[in-house]
């Protein structure tokens, strides 16, 4: 799992699809994304800021409004028409004098309403009794509230809520209105009427309305979150109806003048704007959406100039991928024939680029390799066998002379029994070392042929020698080099207890170790260091007889070492690799 997210060990076709993608493709993809997501960003501003600027011309329209209203009321104070009316009491003998003043009054109010046609109607009250109702006649509606409240305020303006009111044909109308008391101009503490001017709210929200091509809506709330004006009129007088836009107009700051909120996985920009001089906001919405729509034309484009240039990279790494890539990969190809052994491996060169230098050079190469292997690799391989041969032939004179001394010993000392026995072991040593003149033997018979040995050197030394050979019976039949144990053996006899009077202990054990066998001679002799053993491999006759026929078999995969004891006496190990094929004993090379 490791190697396959380990980038060097990557095939060359997936690192270069890799590349591709990683510093092209998504690059290009991520600019093209920035690009519009600026893009976005920048009309959604726009968007803000214009419908900033339409928000600043209907408060100016509707500030108008009220301030040209509250002037109708202020001049009913200063007019002495509206006051002689107020003050004049409603008895028979006024009627005339105010059917004069009324007519004077309508024809006033009457150029209201009509240059003013969201002006609904107007009603004077005095306080004796005279009235007076020009505009739409009103037969329901209860206003006593508002009334009560400008009662209270001793002449300042007050503006209601958004109520409903109904005339003589039972329809409905919803307005705001002005209540106001009109105090005598001479003694400002004295009331001398009342003034009720209505608006409706469906003329009113047109005439201060202005074109927006961002704008989904515009409406003005009271403090209370009351519909005031609203291009549906079954809002006006109610809370706004979208519960997510009221949590986020209560979730805003009191100075934060843009904020946005999502309905329906829709986004929106909310902008807001106080009215001066009342508790009214004005809101307007702008759906991300359909400002987002405004740029279509350029994200059409951006989208031709992604596939655009998805197919011109994609051109570009097929091109680089036949011309380049492609021939590393059949050079690879080539070079596994060789590993397999195909010396008619040849990469065809169709260029003179570094990559074609490269399939030239292979090709000498290959055909080097070729005419090496066919005369000086087999002439060296028939040298190795001679030497093979020759330095396994050079222990058996040795190990004859030792052995016919002690048999020559023995049969001083003791009669033919002993030494017929004797003999016989040494027989049989002898069939197993001539082995058919095979270089190869299991570790089960060499283990036999060290035996043999032990016993026959147990003979002479008596009491003076004990020994143990182990091996795990799984490792019996592994093919390893014929009189590898039985020089160690030896040479510990030899030289392992000079000067040493103690019994002579030899222990022998074999075991696999992964995919080595492992043998290890030990025994309680003097022992000797690294340095001693090294100077041995190069200057003695066994061991170095042994490291040489390890090398010539194995090479590298074949150790003979010294291991250190915690006991006195020597540790010499045969590390090599493990083999069971019988076939590999007649080749004569294990490598």
């Not at 405004?294 to 994200?299: E, P, Y």
């Not at 998805?310 to 051109?315: E, K, N, S």
């Not at 027989?427 to 299991?442: D, Y």
């Not at 036999?448 to 008596?462: E, M």
Request: glycine letters at 4%; a neutral charge; one cysteine or more.
């Amino acid at each position: 799992m490791k190697k396959l997210f380990y980038f060097p060990d990557w095939k060359l076709r997936w690192k270069f699809l890799f590349i591709f993608l990683t510093l092209v493709i998504l690059p290009m993809l991520a600019f093209s994304l920035f690009i519009y997501n600026q893009a976005n960003n920048a009309v959604q501003q726009q968007a803000i800021d214009n419908t900033k600027s339409h928000l600043e011309k209907v408060e100016d329209n509707l500030s108008a409004v009220i301030l040209d209203i509250e002037d109708i009321s202020s001049y009913m104070i200063y007019s002495e028409e509206f006051r002689n009316f107020l003050t004049t009491p409603d008895i028979p003998e006024n009627r005339t004098r105010l059917k004069s003043l009324e007519d004077r009054i309508n024809g006033y109010a009457t150029f209201h309403l009509n240059s003013k046609p969201y002006l609904s109607s107007i009603t004077l009250n005095g306080m004796r009794n005279s009235e007076v109702h020009i505009g739409k006649q009103v037969v329901q509606t209860d206003e006593r509230h508002w009334q009560e409240r400008a009662s209270d305020l001793h002449g300042k303006v007050l503006w209601s809520e958004a109520y409903s009111v109904t005339d003589y044909w039972d329809r409905e109308e919803k307005v705001i209105s002005l209540f106001r008391v009109i105090n005598d101009i001479n003694n400002i503490t004295n009331p001398i009427g009342m003034v009720t001017i209505r608006l409706n709210t469906h003329q009113l929200y047109e005439w201060i309305e202005t074109d927006s091509s961002y704008m989904q809506q515009m409406f003005v709330l009271d403090q209370k979150n009351k519909v005031v004006l609203h291009q549906d009129s079954s809002y006006i007088g109610k809370l706004h109806p979208d519960e997510g836009l009221l949590k986020a107009i209560k979730g805003a700051g009191s100075e934060e003048e843009t904020f946005g909120y999502q309905k329906d996985d829709e986004k929106y920009n909310v902008v807001k704007r106080p009215l001066e001089g009342t508790d009214l906001v004005l809101y307007a919405v702008v759906d991300k959406k359909d400002v987002a729509e405004s740029i279509t034309g350029m994200q059409g484009s951006i989208r031709i100039m992604m596939i655009a240039l998805t197919v011109l990279g994609i051109l570009a790494m097929a091109g680089f991928y036949r011309y380049n890539i492609k021939r590393i990969i059949d050079l690879t190809k080539q070079t596994q024939q060789v590993e397999k052994g195909d010396f008619s491996a040849n990469v065809p060169v169709t260029a003179r680029d570094e990559i074609g230098l490269l399939g030239l050079r292979f090709n000498r190469m290959v055909r080097q390799l070729k005419y090496l292997i066919e005369n000086e690799y087999q002439m060296e391989i028939r040298n190795r066998e001679s030497e093979l041969k020759l330095l396994q032939s050079q222990i058996n004179p040795h190990f004859l002379y030792n052995t016919l001394d002690m048999i020559r010993w023995t049969a001083r000392l003791e009669r033919a029994m002993d030494t017929g026995k004797l003999i016989e072991q040494l027989s049989k040593m002898f069939r197993i070392s001539l082995n058919r003149g095979k270089p190869w033997i299991s570790l089960q018979d060499e283990l036999a042929y060290s035996h043999l040995y032990l016993q026959l050197n147990k003979k002479r030394l008596g009491k003076k020698l004990t020994y143990s050979i182990f091996y795990d019976a799984d490792v019996s039949k592994a093919i390893v080099l014929k009189q590898m144990i039985q020089p160690l053996i030896e040479n510990s006899l030899q030289h392992g207890f000079d000067k040493v009077s103690s019994i002579r202990n030899i222990y022998v054990r074999c075991y696999r170790e992964e995919d080595d066998l492992v043998i290890d001679v030990m025994d309680n002799g003097v022992g000797f260091s690294q340095e001693q053993f090294q100077a041995s491999v190069k200057g003695g006759y066994a061991l170095q007889n042994i490291q040489d026929r390890l090398q010539i078999a194995f090479g590298d995969k074949a150790r003979l070492i010294v291991k250190t004891k915690r006991s006195p006496g020597a540790w010499v190990r045969i590390q090599l690799p493990y083999r069971e094929n019988k076939d590999w004993m007649d080749e004569g090379d294990l490598k």
